[in-house]
């Protein structure tokens, strides 16, 4: 922890508030927040944060509780919705590049079924609305599946004798999951929605592969800064935002998701 994640961190934090002389400064956090792209790319991370990250959340419970419920055919659909967690997230935008692209999947169908003469330009910085679209669904493909994992493993651990003892006093289904399900699924839902909330905010393969800088973003402006306008300082003042961002939701989740010691004995 220390050679990976301290030290690189306390180098990003002393080149953030250094000039390019190495003397103190803040003219680094200065050309950042002055930097036309900067409040653009702020925006669409936190939009791209706030969407995608429920979204999962709330696909990978479904997903995990129908893996739970012993239905034919769930022991297929855990592999088929396991595939994401093998592929990078680049050949993920560049599976979704194929499917959006102008001469792609989406749009061969809707000029073969005669719904459009030439397609649309999803891709295209004419429409960023579709762009952005585009970004968050393969996000969400890309990584719905780890926070299953984590909810499915939550679900696991869960003793079967508490639902069948809620379903004798009366509870239907909704109820149990209500009151028995979600309530002992706190902590590992509490641990998904850290490990997502802190990846989206790092979000950048996926928008290069689908947008280039036609969507900016945060991680794709520290990388700009860094290989394009060889600049370490304003790239390191980029990387410092983005783990403050981290750090913030970090502890608010675990505030907000924060397990009593009665809950953890009854997990």
Same mark, same amino acid.
């Given at each position: 922890?220390?050679v990976?994640?301290?030290?690189?961190m306390?180098?990003?934090?002393?080149?953030?508030?250094?000039?390019?002389?190495?003397?103190?400064?803040?003219?680094? $956090?200065? &050309?950042?927040?002055?930097?036309?792209?900067?409040?653009?790319?702020?925006?669409?991370?936190?939009?791209?944060?706030?969407?995608?990250?429920?979204?999962?959340?709330?696909? @990978?419970?479904?997903?995990?509780?129908?893996?739970?419920?012993?239905? &034919? /055919?769930t022991?297929?659909?855990?592999?088929?919705?396991?595939?994401?967690?093998?592929?990078?997230?680049?050949?993920?935008?560049?599976?979704?590049?194929?499917?959006?692209?102008?001469?792609?999947?989406?749009?061969?169908?809707?000029?073969?079924?005669?719904?459009?003469? !030439? +397609?649309?330009?999803?891709?295209?910085?004419?429409?960023?609305?579709?762009?952005?679209?585009?970004?968050? %669904?393969?996000?969400?493909? &890309?990584?719905?599946?780890?926070?299953?994992?984590?909810v #499915?493993? +939550? %679900?696991? *651990? $869960?003793?079967?004798? #508490?639902?069948?003892?809620a379903?004798?006093? +009366?509870?239907? !289904?909704?109820?149990?999951?209500?009151?028995?399900?979600?309530?002992?699924? &706190?902590?590992?839902?509490?641990? @998904?929605?850290?490990?997502?909330?802190?990846?989206?905010?790092?979000?950048?393969?996926?928008?290069?592969?689908?947008?280039?800088?036609?969507?900016?973003?945060?991680? /794709?402006?520290?990388?700009?800064?860094?290989?394009?306008?060889?600049?370490?300082?304003?790239?390191?003042a980029?990387a410092?935002?983005? *783990?403050?961002? !981290?750090?913030?939701?970090? /502890?608010?989740?675990?505030? @907000?998701?924060?397990?009593?010691?009665?809950?953890?004995?009854?997990?």
């Amino acid at each position: 922890m220390v050679v990976f994640f301290a030290w690189p961190m306390l180098q990003s934090l002393i080149l953030a508030v250094q000039d390019s002389q190495g003397t103190w400064s803040l003219s680094p $956090i200065q &050309r950042m927040t002055g930097d036309i792209q900067f409040w653009e790319a702020f925006r669409n991370t936190v939009l791209l944060a706030v969407i995608v990250v429920p979204a999962q959340a709330i696909l @990978a419970i479904a997903m995990a509780l129908l893996l739970m419920s012993g239905l &034919r /055919g769930t022991g297929a659909l855990l592999y088929i919705w396991a595939i994401p967690l093998a592929i990078s997230d680049l050949a993920a935008g560049v599976v979704w590049l194929s499917i959006f692209t102008d001469r792609g999947y989406v749009n061969s169908l809707l000029v073969s079924t005669g719904l459009s003469e !030439s +397609g649309f330009a999803f891709l295209s910085y004419e429409h960023p609305v579709s762009l952005f679209l585009a970004v968050a %669904l393969a996000e969400t493909w &890309r990584a719905t599946s780890l926070v299953m994992v984590i909810v #499915l493993a +939550g %679900l696991q *651990m $869960i003793p079967r004798d #508490l639902g069948e003892a809620a379903e004798v006093f +009366g509870a239907d !289904s909704w109820q149990r999951l209500r009151f028995v399900t979600l309530p002992l699924l &706190r902590s590992s839902i509490q641990v @998904a929605l850290i490990i997502r909330t802190i990846l989206a905010f790092q979000v950048f393969a996926v928008v290069v592969a689908l947008a280039g800088r036609n969507l900016p973003v945060l991680a /794709g402006e520290a990388y700009n800064w860094q290989s394009g306008y060889r600049d370490s300082s304003v790239a390191a003042a980029y990387a410092l935002l983005i *783990m403050l961002f !981290s750090l913030i939701n970090t /502890g608010f989740y675990l505030r @907000a998701l924060r397990i009593r010691d009665e809950q953890v004995g009854l997990a």
